[in-house]
Nanobody
Framework: QERLVESGGGSVQAGGSLRLSCAFS?????MGWFRQAPGKEREGIAS??????YYADSVKGRFTISLDNTKNTLYLQMNSLKPEDTGIYYC??????????????????????WGQGTQVTVSS
């Protein structure tokens, strides 16, 4: 059974950086990061498939997603953080065939395995 465990969240001042990690077990076809801000819907912000990446406009140029298959770990490097980046960040994966990776968006229904989430708080 696939398992995803996030780490690396915390509190930082605006302009700072954090790196999130997601340790996973089992097979994955593609992976991504979602976040949910207080009072808002979950938003897909970055995904990766066969070294091709997608970023939401809200994080493009500031966040970088990467995958180290030798360590079974997905990363999200977050730079130039803003207060609006505050939220719970979730690692997600597609672990079964049949769900095509989306190159221009990140629908949550495409992902069938989720981590428990890690809190990121950015203060002004």
């Amino acid at each position: 059974q696939e398992r995803l465990v996030e780490s690396g969240g915390g509190s930082v001042q605006a302009g700072g950086s954090l790196r999130l990690s997601c340790a996973f077990s089992g097979n994955t076809y593609y992976m991504g990061w979602f976040r949910q801000a207080p009072g808002k819907e979950r938003e897909g912000i970055a995904s990766i498939h066969a070294r091709i990446t997608y970023y939401a406009d809200s994080v493009k140029g500031r966040f970088t997603i990467s995958l180290d298959n030798t360590k079974n770990t997905l990363y999200l490097q977050m730079n130039s953080l803003k207060p609006e980046d505050t939220g719970i960040y979730y690692c997600a994966a597609r672990t079964t065939r049949g769900g095509a990776w989306h190159s221009d968006d990140m629908p949550a229904y495409a992902y069938n395995a989720w981590g428990q989430g890690t809190q990121v708080t950015v203060s002004s």
